[in-house]
C-alpha cells in the first residue's frame, strides 16, 4: 500500500520560514516525478514547485518562485520543501503528490497545514 505522508506545517508569521517534509512508502520516489501543491480555502489546488523524475529542470509556481525550494531524497524516498519569505497569501493546505506518467499513476499525501498570519 502506497502512502505519502507530511509533516513540517504550523503557524508562522509573515516573513518567516518553514520547511515540509514528504516520506514514502509501498513505492520508489525514483520512479515518480515529485511534486508540492496547495489548496486555500475556497480556491482550487495549485502546484508550488514540481522535480521530475529524470534529470530536467524543476518548476515553480508562479507565486512561490525565489522564495520556495524543492529538494528530493529518492535513498530516503522523501521529498522537501524549503519555504522562505512566508506570505499570508501562502495559508493553505500543502499535499504531496507522486506522479509516474508512463504508467498513468498519481499518489497523493493526506496534507498539512500551513497558515502565515501575524
Known amino acids: 500500500q502506497v502512502q505519502l505522508v507530511e509533516s513540517g506545517g504550523g503557524l508562522v508569521q509573515p516573513g518567516g520560514s518553514l520547511r515540509l517534509s514528504c516520506v514514502g512508502s509501498?513505492?520508489?520516489?525514483?520512479?515518480?516525478?515529485m511534486s508540492w501543491y496547495r489548496q486555500a480555502p475556497g480556491k482550487e489546488r495549485e502546484l508550488v514547485a514540481r522535480?521530475?523524475?529524470?534529470?530536467?529542470?524543476?518548476t515553480y509556481g508562479d507565486d512561490v518562485q525565489g522564495r520556495f525550494t524543492v529538494s528530493r531524497d529518492n535513498a530516503k524516498n522523501a521529498l522537501y520543501l524549503q519555504m522562505n519569505s512566508l506570505k499570508p497569501e501562502d495559508t493553505a493546505v500543502y499535499y504531496c503528490?507522486?506522479?509516474?506518467?508512463?504508467?498513468?499513476?498519481?499518489?497523493w499525501g493526506q496534507g498539512t497545514q500551513v497558515t502565515v498570519t501575524s
Open positions: 522535480m521530475p523524475r529524470v534529470e530536467a529542470p524543476t
Open positions: 503528490n507522486a506522479h509516474n506518467v508512463l504508467l498513468s499513476v498519481v499518489y
Open positions: 509501498g513505492l520508489s520516489f525514483s520512479n515518480y516525478a
